[in-house]
């Protein structure tokens, strides 16, 4: 079993900064893409950056400009700088990750609990 836990979420006023972070720990040989996602309230969960093992980035138009994703492989963690925050930011932001749990095994997605983002003034 693989748990991811994110930390870092909070409330900020328009045009701040925060940083989440994600660590992946249990059952892991590798890990493939990890990313985060979000979702806002009556909306459906999309992507916000993902990044591959050999740390290749994907971004939502959204966020391009403002938010970079970084991961430490060792560590098996994934971080999210988030600047210039708008309120339409304002979501529950999740950590997901894809791993195997032996050489040649079989990939999974997890995903961590969520951590809530807030921009008002």
């Known amino acids: 079993q693989v748990q991811l836990v994110e930390s870092g979420g909070g409330l900020v006023q328009p045009g701040g900064s925060l940083r989440l972070s994600c660590a992946a720990s249990?059952?892991?040989?590798?890990?493939?893409?990890m990313g985060w996602y979000r979702q806002a309230p009556g909306k459906q969960r999309e992507l916000v950056a993902t990044t591959t093992s050999g740390g290749s980035t994907n971004y939502a138009d959204s966020v391009k400009g403002r938010f970079t994703i970084s991961r430490d492989n060792a560590k098996n963690t994934v971080d999210l700088q988030m600047n210039s925050l708008k309120p339409e930011d304002t979501a529950v932001y999740y950590c997901n990750a894809v791993v195997r749990a032996t050489a040649g095994g079989h990939w999974y997605m997890y995903w961590g609990q969520g951590t809530q983002v807030t921009v008002s003034s």
């Open positions: 249990g059952s892991i040989f590798s890990i493939n893409d």
